[in-house]
């Protein structure tokens, strides 16, 4: 996701509306925590 596309989203939605969506997607998951992602390459190695 690069600045423009955010900048974008900024203006058309406003700051409000992007917390909103973000709080949405995170209860549909999202990316996981660094940790865990750690924890996955060291057991595959």
């Given at each position: ?15 409000e ?28 190695q």
């Amino acid at each position: 996701m690069g600045r423009k596309s955010y900048r974008v989203r900024l203006e058309r939605f406003g700051l409000e509306r992007l917390r909103e969506i973000a709080r949405e997607n995170g209860k549909k998951g999202g990316r996981p925590p660094k940790r865990a992602a750690q924890a996955k390459k060291g057991g595959q190695q």
